[in-house]
């Protein structure tokens, strides 16, 4: 018995949670809610790197920076909207839910 080579995550939700009765089972209950919140981790660290990039494209660029740096102004936007915490009491149509992606 050797050691793996890649290391494997399970990255799906549980297959035994149940929507219309989440109490029912509850070590998938909080599998499911574990992984809700790792989902969100990874969307919030998405942001950030993309918000970094923009960081640096802003003092790159300069003045230019409406027209060159637009991209990532419109990625950041995305990756930020729907992926809060849920504490600033906004309703869901101010910041709107995520929007689907296209190239998919």
């Not at 640096?56 to 729907?82: A, M």
Request: aromatic letters at 10%.
């Amino acid at each position: 018995m050797g050691r793996k080579k890649t290391v494997e995550f399970d990255e799906s939700p549980p297959d035994d949670y149940d929507v219309e009765n989440p109490y029912k089972d509850p070590v998938a209950w909080l599998e499911m809610r574990e992984h809700i919140v790792r989902e969100k981790w990874i969307d919030i660290e998405k942001a950030k790197i993309i918000r970094e990039r923009l960081k640096w494209c802003y003092r790159v660029e300069g003045i230019n920076h409406y027209q060159k740096c637009r991209h990532l102004v419109n990625q950041y936007i995305d990756s930020t909207r729907g992926i809060g915490w849920g504490k600033d009491a906004r309703p869901p149509s101010v910041h709107g839910p995520k929007p689907a992606d296209e190239s998919e």
